[in-house]
């Protein structure tokens, strides 16, 4: 076994694990101060800084400005997502400056109060209901992963994104708030034929889809705060639907419509795009859950190890299916795994942090991380999940990422 | 008893519990279209939106201009404070943006990579940090509270704030990221002897407070992350102390320095601030813990209630010594109490969501919450509180609140 892993309680009880005495071997590091003296006192340490409410409300630091959400590249006029910075990011949440943009029109500015649902079809009563209408209705808050289908889906014929936002940056973590669509749909009187419901947007691309009712009377929500403030314009202000673990589109923002009936409506995105084409030419359709995912956030793409010696190595993983597991890492590019540590509390189908602390011995390394959910569903590699369904397909992409880390400590996204 | 309170099962069994039918005795709501056609098409859905990273670090909405921190009315030539608008926000987290501010000599803006950390005193080899170093550390994620010691203050001798942000907001609750303090504290070797701890800021007060050692070696952090992203430079960026549950302005922020020691230093700040005053003129000092407290944010002071029937009432409960175990809600000051229900998951020295389904019966109402902690810790009424402490100290008011409606509707901040 060419790295040497250990727990995190073997390095807490290792002294010294850093290597910060002045006399470490692995450049600079902390120092020792020249006597008991407080260090020098710097100038912003002696006159009043800003005052309260500058501004009232609250930006990043200055020194921050290159953690932002970025485009691709794109081949087409128009780019079409722009992409969370995981490597900048902490914990499990996605602040509401930084969730990832996916949408097919622009994003609205719409005043609230001129904002309508309307909820019609195979319903007792149908009803438009203003957003005091929305907000009078109990509430619940849940922390829940939203991801683009096709986040990831560049790289599965070759390893194309430099950064972790470059390849899973369409993903984003955010504590939701708004009513059970299934409470919603209760106070018209839900038909018995009722199988579908249709969600349509209200930004010009009427954005459409169609759900099957067993979701929507799940854990289905109609959401119109994110993080506790009301949802950003970009994230469909002042109301969306939310489905807890389906692909991200599906949660249509800015809703304006909700029909029920007994079939799917085959609307454009659900038949020329978000299928998935197999190797016999057929497509699969309404393939709705994101399945079992991670990523190495740190070390990872573009980044540079400056010593060897201690890293922790972090990433995100999640599953629309349910809550993580476990989450396995793998510094040899998949021989030998080991188990990393995950944040609690795991919250189903939320991004969960995992951990596991490393000593880099300056060799090449290739960083993998596999997930694994509460059912057992276990994150394939490219390999397998090429062998099973081709390479045509686009999105769903949930494969393995491989980091490799030169001895010169550069991190490269490739195949491994 | 005056008014009806309902469970959420019950109401949600009830047909029509919103008065949502067009015939609702209870006015203007949710209303039936004229027919099954979408409704009138709004000039938003008829052109392109926002593009892509208008602007990449996004922010709210236009239309929620009016949520932001704001100042009380100050006697002195400064204020001393921004408050969080809790009564606009949803869920248990509180945006970046939103956080309340305290700080003694207005936020420095300092850039990280000339931030130090120095680490002397009872320890077996003094450190200097550099942001890097600490950032290599093993790190965790926990959500906490954080509560200014004066918040509430004003309210104990009469009803002053009008709102719950003027009442309660020098109240957060965020998901922070650091290193274990006593990670750190290891790698430098404590000393026997050393008991307590000086944190001191680098902000031109120089804040600075003495922690006992049990609580720096148990859960505290030192924290750069918050709700997923960098401090904000407000928050303590690049470096803040964290102490769970603690009195805010012992969580130092912009941190500069730690030193170990075998007694408090007696600094200004827990000498001639932030001690107690009790009614025989001595004064409790270290009184360290943020108690079991909570408040109702809606219906709230400044709300008005536009239509008797169904509201929810909702609020936020916390406690500096672990978890919520109960909130209970009552309508009429206090004689009757119900069980709200807790959103899950319940973590401990965090925020808690509590709510309750109501029938407003058009009569005055008096709402009150009370909330208790894991250990059984119960949180007082006024009454209780002075009967305990007298009427001279300042600081740790956790007193129950009273919410008055009016028979128009109108919430107003009342002593019961």
Redesign the interface.
Known sequence: MPHKTST?RQ??QS??A?G??ATSAVGS?????SN?L???V?T??????????SP?????????QH?????LPHPGP??T??RTPLQ????????????F?R?H????????D?H?L?L??MVN??????M??IL??????KTYFLECSGNSALELKKPTGITAQDTHGLLSCC???GVRLS?VL????IQKQASWLLA?G???A?MTRSIPMAKALDDALLV??Q????????QG??LRLFLPGFEGNMSVK?L??LKLGDAPWQSREETSAYTDLMPDGTALQFTFHMEVKSVITSPSGGQTL?QTG???I?GLAWSGRGKIRKVEVSIDGGKYWQDAVL?E?L?SKALA?F?L?WQWNGQMALLQSRATDEYGHVQPSRQQLIADKGMNFYYHNNAIQTWQISAQGEVRNVHA
């Open positions: 995190r390095w807490l002294s010294g850093l910060l005495a590091f902390a120092q020792e101060p008991n407080p260090p020098h710097p912003w340490s002696k006159g009043l800084g800003k005052p309260f409410l009232a409300y609250g930006v990043p630091s200055p020194h921050e953690v932002k959400r970025a485009l128009y780019p997502a722009s900048s990011l902490h914990g499990t949440l996605t602040p509401n400056g930084l969730v943009e949408h029109a622009g994003f609205p500015t719409i005043p609230p001129e309508r309307m019609h079809g009563r149908p009803l438009i209901f203003t005091e209408d009078r209705f109990p509430s619940e808050s504590e939701w708030t409470t209760e106070e018209a009187g349509e209200a930004d010009a009427s119109y705060a993080n506790g403030e009301m949802l950003r314009p970009e202000y002042p800015w304006r419509r400056k201690f890293h922790e972090q944040q509390p919250q942090r951990r602390p």
